[in-house]
C-alpha cells in the first residue's frame, strides 16, 4: 500500500485539501515539515452562506460544496490514494445545520467521501497539532491559538504543543459580514458592531478560562484563511507561500496600519489587491474586527501567523493513526 494520505476539511467557507507523503523529521529541524506535499487544492465554496438566518445548509451552496467535493475525489483518485488512508471532517457549517446531516449523505453518496462531523473541541485540537508542527519552539511553549473560520472561531490555550483547553465560539467571518456589514466602503458603525459582537463572544472565552484558572498565555498565534490572507497582503506575497506565513510576525501597529488600509478600500479595491483570492474581500473585513477583538481583549502587542492548521492536523492524526508512528 502507498503511503501517501489526504485529508480533506470542509469548512463553512473554503474546502481544502492536502495530499501528502510524511518526511520524519531529523533532530535538528524540530519544526521542519512534517509532510511532502503531492497535492494541494483549496475552493470558496461559503457552505455556511445564509444558515445563521435560515438555520439550514442552502441548495445552492450544497451544490457548490459537491461540486468541489467531486473534483477533490478526481485528484485523489489521480493519485491512488487508498480510500482508509483519506480523512474528510466537517466543521460548524455542516454541524449546526438542520440539514447537516442530509448533506453529508450526499456527499458519500456522490462523491464517495465519508465526512466525519466534529465537534468544536475536536476542531480546536487538530489545528493545535497542525499549526504545532511548523512553528518555532518558543512560540509554541506558551501560546493561545486561534482559528477563524467562516461560521466559528476556535481558542486552544498550549504549553509546549499541549492543550490545556479547547473552546469554539459560534463566530466566524460569513456570520458577522451577513449580520452587520451593510456598507461599502465598510463605514466605522458596521465595523464597530462587528467588533463588539466578537468582544462578546471573547467574554465567554474569558469566561471558560476563569471557571478552569489561568490567563492569556504569551504568544497569540492565529491560523486560516483570515489570519494567513493579512500576512501575506503585508508581505506583498504573490504567489502565495506556506512558508513564509509560517512564523510570520504581524505587530500590533503594522496590524493597525493594515486594518486602516484596507477599511479605507471599498469591495472591488480590496478584491484588486493580488494577495487576496476571490472570495475575501469581504471577508477580510469581519477578519479584522475579530483579530482585533482578541488583541484588545488580552492586550496582545503582536499577533503570530501560521498556514498550518486543521488541515494538516486531521492528516497527522490519520496518518498517526493508520500508521501507528509518529510524524512529528
Known amino acids: ?36 506535499i503531492i497535492d494541494y487544492r483549496h475552493l470558496i465554496t461559503r457552505l455556511g452562506e445564509g444558515l445563521h ?3 439550514r445548509l442552502s441548495d445552492a451552496a450544497m451544490e457548490r460544496t459537491l461540486q468541489a467535493l467531486q473534483l477533490f475525489k478526481s485528484v485523489i483518485d489521480h ?30 453518496k456522490k462523491t464517495g467521501i465519508h465526512l466525519s462531523i466534529i465537534d468544536g473541541e475536536e476542531e480546536a485540537k487538530l489545528s493545535l497539532l497542525g499549526a504545532s508542527s511548523v512553528l518555532h519552539e518558543e512560540t509554541s511553549s506558551d ?26 465560539c459560534k463566530l466566524g467571518v460569513v ?21 463588539k459582537a466578537a468582544h462578546d463572544h471573547l467574554e465567554m472565552v474569558a469566561e471558560h478560562w476563569r471557571k478552569i484558572s489561568g490567563s492569556a498565555p504569551k504568544s497569540l498565534v492565529g491560523t486560516a484563511g483570515t489570519v494567513t490572507t493579512l500576512a501575506a497582503v503585508q508581505m506583498n506575497l504573490v504567489p502565495y507561500d506556506p512558508e513564509q506565513v509560517n512564523n510570520h510576525q504581524i505587530s500590533h501597529e503594522n496590524f493597525i496600519s493594515l486594518r486602516n488600509h484596507l477599511l479605507n478600500l471599498n469591495h472591488e479595491q480590496r478584491q484588486n489587491i493580488p494577495a487576496i483570492e476571490p472570495g475575501r474581500a469581504d471577508l477580510i473585513i469581519a477578519g479584522l474586527a475579530i483579530i482585533e477583538a482578541i488583541m484588545e481583549k488580552w492586550g496582545y502587542k503582536s499577533l503570530i501567523t501560521v498556514d498550518a492548521g486543521l488541515l494538516e492536523g486531521n492528516w497527522l492524526d490519520s496518518y498517526e493513526d493508520k500508521s501507528g508512528d509518529t510524524a512529528k
Open 1 to 36: 500500500m502507498s503511503n501517501i494520505h489526504a485529508s480533506i476539511d470542509v469548512g463553512s467557507n473554503t474546502l481544502r485539501l492536502l495530499i501528502a507523503r510524511p518526511v520524519p523529521n531529523s533532530p535538528n529541524t524540530a519544526t521542519a515539515q512534517a509532510w511532502e
Open 53 to 55: 438566518e435560515s438555520g
Open 79 to 108: 493519485h491512488q490514494v487508498a480510500s482508509e488512508q483519506l480523512r474528510a471532517t466537517a466543521t460548524a457549517a455542516v454541524r449546526e445545520a438542520k440539514n447537516g446531516t442530509l448533506f453529508q449523505q450526499q456527499a458519500e
Open 143 to 168: 501560546m493561545l491559538l486561534f482559528d477563524i473560520g467562516g461560521g466559528s472561531t476556535e481558542f486552544v490555550r498550549s504549553k509546549n504543543s499541549s492543550a490545556i483547553d479547547a473552546i469554539s
Open 175 to 195: 456570520r458577522l459580514v451577513e449580520a452587520h456589514l451593510h456598507s461599502d466602503p465598510p463605514s466605522t458603525e458596521d465595523y464597530l458592531t462587528m467588533k
